[in-house]
DNA sequence: AAAAAAATACCAATTTCTAGGTATTGGAAG
DNA sequence: CTTCCAATACCTAGAAATTGGTATTTTTTT
């Protein structure tokens, strides 16, 4: 343990009995100079900038932003934190994508205070720490990616689609040719390698639910 | 405060990370003779008959049951515990749900210590404690009464709509007609005023979503 | 500036879904 | 025992979606 050194954390998360919860687990631990609790991404990212922390605990849903987005924002604020997600998200996908785009570790709420202090130290060694699934190789269809190869266009048609609109009601409210929006849709399908519109919308509401639109 | 009467709590929550930031949180409470912790419902269950506590607070999402289903189970095996949901589910409907199955607490795990400990105090003076958006009179359609209404037959083929399947698929797979199948789709579509497939999916996959199926 | 991608629009054919009606069977509830 | 409902199945007509191809204009990227 590399308790000599004394870090500061910041601890985002709406869930104030959980932080609240964590601040008294955590509190008699020496090597946390300071644990600071913000409850909203904007919030955190006040105090991210005028604290500079060492470390960032950060839940993935949010009130006001989605975890991908709260992510990018706080490594630009505070590029020198470390990001460890803390939330009970345990999507495969969502878990890649955060390490993908540069945290130090992603843990579910389901961990104990143990195994929290260890990805805090290994952390702090610069040592990653993810859930083995993302170590699994069974995965063909990545939704984020799939999503981004939309344009605007296509995906604000797409969540039109899945609010029961059909082709002709689209093309009245966005003065369009309805067939204009059936070129759309096949190219929707196409790109999603879908076969019916059921199965876009149950796409679209996975990923509205999973927060990765 | 009823502080000279002290109680014993059972907490089933599957984040122990939080748990054991509640256990922390409320450690030193004497109000609070025991404080046990399951992190199934199952192990729940097997502790509430043996401790029969006067308090349970229960997550509503649990690895081994759906919330609804918990409620009344553990209410089964221990009446005499109250029970106060501590979730971070806030959806109007669960909340009604789980006041009209005997809850007499609904909790969101944005509240802080304070809130935590009046409502305790509350629920043992058998005083109820929901969150003011159930009050709310704005509400015309409620998911789960709807889902209600669907027959078995009509809850399997809605789930195979919204996987994508289309009704000759369906047909095939349960050796129906398919004409049987398109008449269900119509009694299921009439059932929940919905008017197209793609409403269906939207639908189902939010029941999905609120884990109420 | 040229190439690529996105957004737009049209035609035609086929499949699938939606909506109206009707009817038989079996089981559950009264 | 009868009445109600779920589940089954059929007919028909029309609406909507899917799939094939093509083509022009605008925007973005290289």
Do not use: W
């Not at 644990?35 to 849903?61: C, M, S, V, W």
């Not at 805090?120 to 999503?147: C, D, E, G, H, Y």
């Not at 939309?150 to 093309?171: D, F």
């Not at 003065?175 to 399908?189: A, G, K, V």
């Amino acid at each position: 343990m590399l308790n000599f050194i004394e870090i500061k954390v910041l601890h985002i998360d709406d869930h104030l009995l959980f932080a609240q919860g964590i601040h008294s687990l955590l509190g008699n631990e020496t090597f946390i100079r300071e644990l600071i609790h913000a409850q909203t991404l904007n919030e955190g990212i006040r105090i991210a900038e005028k604290l500079q922390p060492e470390l960032i605990l950060l839940d993935y849903f949010l009130p006001d932003a989605n975890g991908i987005e709260s992510l990018q924002l706080l490594q630009k604020i505070s590029p020198s934190s470390k990001v460890i997600l803390l939330t009970m998200e345990s999507n495969p996908d969502v878990i890649e994508n955060c390490k993908r785009e540069g945290a130090i570790g992603f843990l579910q709420k389901t961990i104990g205070k143990k195994t929290l202090l260890e990805a805090l130290n290994k952390a702090m060694q610069n040592i990653p720490t993810f859930p083995p699934s993302i170590l699994a190789p069974t995965r063909q269809s990545n939704p984020q990616s799939l999503v981004k190869i939309l344009s605007k266009r296509e995906k604000q048609i797409a969540n039109m689609v899945s609010e029961g609109l059909t082709s002709a009601e689209i093309a009245k409210k966005l003065f369009l040719s309805e067939l204009t929006i059936n070129t759309h849709r096949r190219n929707i399908m196409q790109k999603l390698e879908l076969k019916n519109s059921a199965q876009l919308v149950a796409f679209i509401e996975k990923l509205k639910f999973m927060d990765i639109s």
